[in-house]
């Protein structure tokens, strides 16, 4: 019996363990819009899917991103840890105003944070922003922002 829940509790932790490992590509999404572009974007809601965020994916389509939701306003720091994407993390305003963009470079422990406090983070493949003339200051609009 002993060795029988042993078992379990291995394969549980195994299951467990690559359950942690593997992307996360089945949340919630909705359409964001930065001008005339539009944008596919997953939710992040809970704490367990803000601690996974884009971790483990091999690629992302352009247009494709995830925005992290967060209860209350607060300075956000993101880093890098088991993501292998080099992504742009825009730290955005409760009105979709773009406070401040990072380049955040794959596999890093680095800290990227907000200027001041915000509610939202959006990450995109690093180059989207730059390639669609968006910076610090833009209006997202979309569903979460309060225009």
Known sequence: MKFIYRICLSLSFCLSAWAQETPQTQLQRIVLSAGIHQMDIQLALTPQQHETGLMYRAEMPQGEGMLFVFPNPSKQCF?????????????????????????????????????????????????????????????????????
Request: charged share 20%; glycine share 8%.
């Open 79 to 147: 880093w890098m840890k088991n993501t292998l994407l080099p992504l742009t993390a825009a730290f955005v305003a409760d009105d979709g105003t773009i406070v401040n963009l990072e380049d955040m470079k794959p596999q890093t422990t680095d800290s990227h944070c907000s200027l001041q406090p915000v509610r939202y983070v959006l990450e995109m493949n690093q180059g989207w922003f730059v390639k669609k003339g968006i910076k610090a200051g833009f209006k997202l609009s979309g569903r979460p922002f309060r225009n």
